[in-house]
């Protein structure tokens, strides 16, 4: 059984850093390892909806998308143990959200990811406040 498990969030105060981890357990079928999968990190804040926040692949890496999060947000990954992170700088109140990592196992972050198929971690809520 494919398991996605999230971790690292809590209450920070604005400007502050947080490292989130997304550990990935079972087999899916072959083929499909953690080891060569891309890994998403979505977020969804209260009232919102889903939003895709950075992906990690072997052949680009990280990328992160939006503006407002783009040099502050950064993932990486430890195949060692089936770790992704990600990395979050100078959080904002807007940054206040659950967090989920989630695969399909395609191997590029490139590739139309698959939702109907897709694994998902519980999520880990960070909260950004005073």
């Known amino acids: 059984q494919v398991q996605l498990v999230e971790s690292g969030g809590g209450l920070v105060q604005p400007g502050e850093f947080l490292r989130l981890s997304c550990t990935g357990s079972?087999?899916?079928?072959?083929?499909?390892?953690?080891?060569?999968?891309?890994i998403r990190w979505f977020r969804q804040a209260p009232g919102k909806q889903r939003e895709l926040v950075s992906c990690i692949d072997d052949h680009d890496g990280s990328q992160v998308y939006g503006e407002s999060l783009k040099g502050r947000f950064t993932g990486s990954r430890n195949r060692v143990g089936n770790t992704s992170y990600l990395q979050m700088a100078n959080l904002t109140p807007e940054d206040t959200a659950t967090y989920y990592c989630?695969?399909?196992?395609?191997?590029?972050?490139?590739?139309?990811?698959?939702?109907?198929?897709?694994?998902w971690g519980d999520g880990t809520l960070v909260i950004v406040s005073t």
């Open positions: 989630a695969t399909d196992f395609s191997i590029l972050c490139s590739e139309s990811f698959d939702y109907g198929t897709a694994y």
């Open positions: 079972g087999r899916a079928g072959p083929g499909r390892t953690f080891i060569r999968a891309a």
